[in-house]
T-cell receptor
Framework: DVKVTQSSRYLVKRTGEKVFLECVQD?????MFWYRQDPGLGLRLIYF???????EKGDIPEGYSVSREKKERFSLILESASTNQTSMYLC?????????????FGPGTRLTVT | KQEVTQIPAALSVPEGENLVLNCSFT??????LQWFRQDPGKGLTSLLL?????REQTSGRLNASLDKSSGRSTLYIAASQPGDSATYLC???????????FGQGTRLTINP
């Protein structure tokens, strides 16, 4: 079974703090993704990575950065957390290839910025 | 730009009924379509993946169909159970894009 894990289920941070969200997958997948999910807005892609050290902006990258130094790990960084970044953050991974591969999600991190 | 729509936004049915969830997409040039389930406060669980060349996929009581030319997919749930209560999302991967485009989901409630 594919397993995608996220470092925290719940996180509370203060405005202005630097926040790291970690995601690890155990299936040697090349592609990894970070989403945020908000009521009424659905799932929105923040960043994705095709492979190690490769990254591409998604639909809402402002205020975020990412790091992929190892294949199994994809980190989302909030350089200076703000209250509008309070959200559910979901990580996902998938084998490389345009067709045919399922995307697997982690359990999510509920981040609250006060 | 690909858009995915799921109707209805919410559905409530008695236990034991067979039901159909709908998903439509605006651009028929897709590589695949994936159905997910999400329980409150949790991540997404992959249910079924349909390749663009396939018409349907089955897993247990679930059957997903794909009509690419009309831009539609349905998820059929047989003999519904209270444990099926969740939000169901569909998502497509368009040709030339590596990203999933999600619908807003259908919140399903199965009443005992």
């Amino acid at each position: 079974d594919v397993k995608v894990t996220q470092s925290s289920r719940y996180l509370v941070k203060r405005t202005g703090e630097k926040v790291f969200l970690e995601c690890v997958q155990d299936m040697d997948h090349e592609n990894m993704f970070w989403y945020r999910q908000d009521p009424g807005l659905g799932l929105r892609l923040i960043y994705f990575s095709y492979d190690v050290k490769m990254k591409e902006k998604g639909d809402i990258p402002e205020g975020y950065s990412v790091s992929r130094e190892k294949k199994e790990r994809f980190s989302l960084i909030l350089e200076s957390a703000s209250t509008n970044q309070t959200s559910m953050y979901l990580c996902a991974s998938r084998r490389q290839g345009l067709a045919g591969y399922e995307q697997y999600f982690g359990p999510g991190t509920r981040l609250t910025v006060t | 730009k690909q858009e995915v729509t799921q109707i209805p936004a919410a559905l409530s049915v008695p236990e034991g009924e067979n039901l159909v969830l709908n998903c439509s997409f605006t651009d028929s040039a897709i590589y695949n379509l994936q159905w997910f389930r999400q329980d409150p406060g949790k991540g997404l669980t992959s249910l079924l993946l349909i390749q663009s060349s396939q018409r349907e996929q089955t897993s247990g009581r679930l059957n997903a169909s794909l009509d690419k030319s009309s831009g539609r997919s349905t998820l059929y749930i047989a003999a519904s159970q209270p444990g099926d209560s969740a939000t169901y999302l569909c998502a497509v991967v368009g040709q030339g894009a590596q990203k999933l485009v999600f619908g807003q989901g259908t919140r399903l409630t199965i009443n005992p």
